[in-house]
């Protein structure tokens, strides 16, 4: 149903009633026009009675975990523990130590990673400068998860692979982690 209501008001400029008689009618005219154009809205159907009687939330005597953050998982594989990784050095990619290996390394062992499996590569170049991008790494049975992070690198990558032939998993100088 498509109507036209269109309305026109006069006044008589310099008619000092005119201004008085202008906003009044103003206004009825507005409410009148909502009131026909709501007339020729479909009225919404009335939701129909509840008949259940309103229930209590049970309550759970031990609270329930609302955790998504990943764990640990000591008996599994690099693949398993990736996430955790990967949750670790997005972490510590986002705080004001994100060119800080040892920074990495501490918030690894917080997780609970060994630190006597990882590796870290240094935060400086041989002549001072900041590094372009620092590698670390957790050794895990013959895999390793190795991050790296770093201005060259863009966003944190965090990856497993398998670990060296000789042993560990960065290739190259890597500092001592002695603290």
């Known amino acids: 149903m498509s109507s036209r209501l269109v309305i026109r008001i006069r006044t008589v400029a310099g008619t000092p009633s ?39 939330p049970a309550v759970s005597p031990t609270p329930t975990p609302t955790s998504t953050e990943p764990v640990l998982v000591p008996d599994g594989t690099a693949e398993d523990n990736l996430p955790l990784f990967t949750h ?66 863009g966003e944190p990558v965090a990856v497993v692979i398998p670990a060296l032939a000789e042993g560990g998993c960065l290739i190259g100088n890597t500092r001592p982690i002695d603290w």
């Open 88 to 153: 670790v050095v997005e972490t510590v990619w986002a705080s004001a130590d994100q060119v800080s290996g040892r920074a990495y390394i501490d918030a690894l062992v917080a997780a609970g990673f060994d630190k006597s499996a990882m590796q870290v590569t240094n935060d400086l170049t041989t002549i001072g400068d900041p590094a372009e991008s620092i590698q670390f790494s957790v050794l895990w049975g013959d895999e390793c998860l190795i991050g790296q992070v770093g201005p060259a690198t």
């Open 18 to 56: 005119s201004a008085r008689i202008r906003r009044p009618v103003v206004v009825v005219l507005a409410l009148s026009l909502g009131a026909v154009l709501s007339g020729c809205a479909q009225p919404s159907p009335d939701p129909a009675p509840s008949t259940a009687a309103p229930s209590t």
